[in-house]
């Protein structure tokens, strides 16, 4: 399967919603999205976009929603940073989707602003996440013990990042 990176548009807000109301999507997410994720939910999201400074996109293959992504600027002394975030709706999944979509944002970051970092922190236990970050070429840089609490459990994450070439 092939992906693209798409503006998101409200024709995606039902996928969209049927995709990060999926509890094994969230489970694998930062806490902030509404459970369960409605139509409304998502069709808010998309119209808040408009005003973010981040870098949102849809990812698609054959013009069908699979999931989204992100790479959102830093600020202070961490300002030419960004931090990525992504999911794949369960039906996609083990088509490579994913790591299409990370090498196409970080191209798109890399060569559209002046951020020379790009990094992400998945939960240690999310193996799959993690091997979609090698897979992109992001490096490993360390375990973050103790790190965040998901669904009433302390976990650790893991830290990847990914650095602008220079030539």
Not at 24 to 47: C, K, S
Not at 96 to 123: C, H, M, W
Request: proline share 4%; net charge neutral.
């Amino acid at each position: 399967m092939n992906c693209k990176l798409e503006k998101l548009e409200l024709s995606f807000a039902a996928d969209l919603a049927a995709a990060a109301g999926d509890k094994r999507v969230q489970d694998n997410l930062r806490d902030g999205l509404p459970f369960p994720y409605t139509v409304e939910n998502a069709r808010e999201f998309i119209a808040a976009m408009g005003s973010s400074d981040e870098y949102i996109f849809a990812v698609t293959t054959d013009g069908r929603f699979a999931g989204c992504i992100s790479a959102t600027p830093q600020k202070n002394i961490h300002r030419l940073t960004a931090e990525v975030g992504y999911y794949i709706a369960p039906p996609f999944w083990g088509n490579g989707l994913a790591t299409q979509a990370l090498k196409l944002i970080s191209e798109f970051v890399f060569e559209n602003t002046d951020i020379i970092r790009l990094y992400a922190e998945p939960f240690a236990r999310n193996k799959a996440s993690c091997r979609v970050l090698e897979k992109a070429g992001f490096c490993f840089e360390g375990t973050l013990k103790s790190n965040a609490v998901k669904n009433g459990v302390i976990e650790d994450m893991k830290m990847y990042a990914l650095i602008r070439r220079t030539t």
